[in-house]
């Protein structure tokens, strides 16, 4: 069974960090693109960062310079360091992994929330 496990959401005042990750199992990790995406209510998933199985990185302009995205293949996880948060980036964070349109999983989500 195929499982994305999101962690390290929560609550931060703007300016600040946080790391999310997410943990992968039930699949053959090192071929995946594995990606961030986010929803804010109302509004339509978006991209956030993907990062492919030979470590070539692609951010949305929004995030440009202020996220990472890292993948550890040996541990099967994919994270997402968030630097200068801003109140636009309050959203539900998604793990996806990514090889081809039958082989395409999603994490639960994580909530962000960026609030004073």
């Known amino acids: 069974q195929v499982q994305l496990v999101e962690s390290g959401g929560g609550l931060v005042q703007p300016g600040g960090s946080l790391r999310l990750s997410c943990a992968a199992s039930?699949?053959?990790?090192?071929?995946?693109?594995m990606g961030w995406y986010r929803q804010a209510p109302g509004k339509q998933r978006d991209l956030v960062a993907t990062i492919s199985s030979g470590g070539s990185t692609n951010y949305a302009d929004s995030v440009k310079g202020r996220f990472t995205i890292s993948r550890d293949n040996a541990k099967k996880t994919v994270y997402l360091q968030m630097n200068s948060l801003k109140p636009e980036d309050t959203a539900v964070y998604y793990c996806?992994?990514?090889?081809?349109?039958?082989?395409?999983?999603w994490g639960q989500g994580t909530q962000v929330t960026v609030s004073s």
């Open positions: 996806n992994g990514y090889r081809n349109n039958a082989l395409n999983f």
């Open positions: 039930g699949i053959s990790f090192n071929p995946y693109t």
